[in-house]
């Protein structure tokens, strides 16, 4: 409440003349959350409240004019106010993706929502540099890696990993990472599902991007299409990988030329974001006490069975898996 009040004050700063209500518009994984400014006009903006000794409203800022500059559709900063961790920003609407297919009849408009979704996607690629974001490196990926045996098997099932599961561990986390550290390098959002992507008049509005690196380009593919949140037929995913594919090679973007090992790239990089997921999902829950995560682990988890069972680089982790989870091995083909 204490921070609502400030929100509050800011605001009649910035417009002493006008009166307006506040209420929330969502929160995230963070100590981020958001309010819908609403004004007597119908007029609405939207208030990030980002705690300074929580988070850093810089990199927002920063992401939001790099990826505007190359023709995505973000907010605007209208305002800001970093010593107390207010951002002021254009409202791109209460309708998110997942809301939208979730609707009645809403898994009809998924072709056109999720081409919208990879031209957006291929825009802010497009423009990428180097030396501009951080490098989404080896140390990184190793750090985002260690949440599974810390937070997943040692907290969430209260597992401790034995000497031959670390060995398996550390081969299938070298093997990801070098294929994902060998692959083309763009812009990458990080969270970029259907969760941070809004429907509205310029399809799609683009949250949550402060988190934004630069590394393995599909990473932000594997977030859209295999997303924690909603799941799709592996045809339509295979689909919407191969359209996605085809625009990217046709912009000059860094993609393998074969498709097989695109896909497997990109199969790959799922498999290292859903480790890590897993570990993050644990982590919200038994740190921070955020149990709405849980109910999204068996679809992470069958991404991963999924992966690790069509590969045979990746069947070990799969026998891991099954170790942990007390289950006999599945028989699959393999690649």
């Known amino acids: 409440m204490q ?27 963070s100590f981020r959350r958001y309010f819908r400014v609403s004004f007597i006009d119908h007029k609405t903006l939207i208030v990030m409240d980002a705690p300074p000794e929580h988070e850093d409203c810089k990199p927002f800022i920063r992401v939001s004019q790099l990826f505007a500059n190359a023709g995505a559709n973000v907010p605007e900063v209208l305002a800001q106010d970093l010593e107390q961790g207010f951002l002021l920003l254009t409202d791109l609407g209460a ?4 809301d939208a297919l979730n609707a009645q009849n809403g898994k009809q408009y998924a072709d056109q929502l999720y081409r919208d979704a990879a031209s957006a996607l291929v825009t802010i690629q497009r423009a990428s540099q180097p030396g501009v974001l951080p490098d989404y490196d080896e140390a990184l990926l190793a750090r985002e890696l260690q949440l599974f ?51 509205c008049e310029n399809n799609p509005g683009i949250l949550d991007f402060q988190d934004a690196v ?22 339509k995913i295979l689909d919407w990988t191969i359209r996605y ?32 997921v897993l ?21 992470v988890m069958a991404y991963l069975r999924k992966t690790c069972e069509r590969y045979i680089e990746l069947k070990p982790m799969l026998y891991l898996l099954d170790e942990l989870e007390g289950k006999q091995p599945q028989i699959g083909m393999t690649f």
């Open 214 to 235: 630069y590394g393995a380009i599909t990473y932000d593919l594997v977030s859209l299409l295999k997303d924690a949140y909603i799941s799709w037929e592996e045809e």
């Open 3 to 29: 921070r609502l009040a400030k929100i509050h004050d800011w605001l009649t700063g910035i417009y002493p003349d006008k009166a307006f209500t506040l209420a929330p518009a969502s929160a995230d994984a």
């Open 95 to 98: 309708r998110t993706y997942l």
């Open 279 to 299: 570990g993050i999902f644990a982590r919200l829950y038994h740190r921070d006490g955020k149990d709405g995560y849980l109910k999204d682990m068996p679809l």
């Open 149 to 199: 045996p810390e937070w997943y098997i040692a907290k969430h099932l209260g597992t401790e990993v034995s000497p031959a599961q670390q060995v398996v561990l550390k081969q299938t986390f070298d093997l990801l990472n070098r294929n994902i550290l060998a692959q083309g390098r763009v812009y990458v959002h990080r969270d970029y599902h259907s969760r941070n992507l809004m429907l």
């Open 245 to 276: 594919w085809e625009q990217a090679r046709k912009v000059g973007l860094p993609v393998a030329l074969d498709f097989g090992e695109f896909y497997r790239d990109f199969e790959w990089m799922g498999a290292q974001r859903h480790i890590k």
